[in-house]
């Protein structure tokens, strides 16, 4: 069983900051790519950054600059440094993470934070 627990949502203003984190826990085997993905009310879900195990980074056109990813892998662990943040920033957000338990490779979700950005 392997599950995904996010942390780290709220309500801020606008300009202001949150650090989302994501911690991986159970039969883990290996951990490859991590991600965040956000869902607003009437949206389809987007991708927001995606890392892989080496490190690699990518992100939406609308957080660059403002939005860093990152990874303890020590820890199974990703994060989301959401700064400059923006009232259409307003949604719940998802980690994701493809993960080998046992014998199989399978994609994970958490089960979302909200994060809410006021004007």
Sequence with gaps: Q???VESGGGLVQAGGS???????SG????????GWYRQAPGKQR???????SGGSTNYADSVKGRFTISRDNAKNTVYLQMNSLKPEDTSVY??????RSYLRWNDYW???????VSS
Excluded at 18 to 23: F, G, H, I, P, V
């Design 27 to 34: 039969s883990i085997f290996n951990i490859n790519a991590m």
């Design 46 to 52: 987007e991708s927001v950054a995606l890392i892989t």
């Design 2 to 4: 392997v599950q995904l």
């Design 110 to 116: 958490g089960q979302g934070t909200q994060v809410t």
């Design 18 to 24: 949150l650090r989302l984190s994501c911690e991986a």
């Design 94 to 99: 998802y980690c994701n993470a493809r993960i």
